[in-house]
């Protein structure tokens, strides 16, 4: 079963709307972030968090919240979506400490029009 | 500053061929470094890991990668590739934030293609 997963697995949305992605673990980790893929940038850490109801920004947090309302769940908010945007989302767990590896879900591909 | 570079952007071999992915990182401290794979439209998944110890490491499918402190290297090497093994290969180096939270910096990744 998949440890991690993430809804939608794709979305359009579009420029100045508001987009949510959904992250969910099973793994039992403290860890969890939110990655973005972009060809010729590799992934980049946007935000991440290791408890609940407390988000870090990460490298790249400019134009982004982040909400972890438990453990397992873990969301990325555009507010005002923007073309810059479109990009492949990634969540991963991690017990970062005891380990420290990331597990990652199987991504959101987001397109702003 | 950290970083990881691997030099090649894409790698073809022919399968059955061996094959090694480069991977240099720049970090002061003891590095744990990683090997992920990512398939066409998937999620990464974990190859191996090195953290400490035997310098050669076995992960799955089997990969191995070789640490070396003294070249600041962690290159991946299989045998003989499958065409199977067509995919994208990222290296990561786990970075301290503060003193209980860590993050991950990745390569910008290398994608290989086996020729059959």
């Known amino acids: 079963e998949a440890a991690v997963t993430q809804s939608p697995r794709s979305k359009v949305a579009v420029t100045g709307g508001k987009v949510t992605l959904s992250c969910h673990q099973t793994?039992?980790?403290?860890?969890m972030y939110w990655y973005r893929q972009d060809t010729g940038h590799g992934l980049r850490l946007i935000h991440y968090?290791?408890?609940?109801?407390?988000?870090e920004k990460g490298d790249i947090p400019d134009g982004y919240k982040a909400s972890r309302p438990s453990q397992e769940n873990f969301s990325l908010i555009l507010e005002l979506a923007s073309l810059s945007q479109t990009a492949v989302y990634f969540c991963?767990?991690?017990?970062?400490?005891?380990?420290?590896?990331?597990?990652f879900g199987p991504g959101t591909r987001l397109t702003v029009l | 500053a950290q970083s990881v570079t691997q030099p090649d952007a894409r790698v073809t071999v022919s399968e059955g061929a061996s094959l090694q992915l480069r991977c240099k990182y720049s970090?002061?401290?003891?590095?744990?470094l990683f090997w992920y794979v990512q398939y066409p439209r998937q999620g990464l998944q974990l190859l191996l890991k090195?953290?400490?110890?035997?310098?050669v490491v076995q992960g799955v499918n089997s990969f191995e990668a070789e640490f070396s402190k003294s070249n600041s290297s962690f290159h991946l090497q299989k045998a003989s590739v499958h065409w199977s093994d067509s995919a994208v290969y990222f290296c990561?180096?786990?970075?301290?934030?503060?003193?209980?939270?860590?993050?991950?910096?990745f390569g910008l990744g290398t994608t290989l293609q086996v020729q059959p």
């Open positions: 991963a767990s991690s017990d970062w400490g005891s380990s420290y590896e990331q597990y």
């Open positions: 793994n039992n980790h403290d860890y």
């Open positions: 968090s290791y408890v609940a109801d407390s988000t």
């Open positions: 970090y002061s401290a003891t590095p744990y």
């Open positions: 090195y953290y400490s110890g035997d310098p």
């Open positions: 990561a180096l786990s970075l301290i934030i503060t003193g209980n939270t860590g993050k991950l910096i």
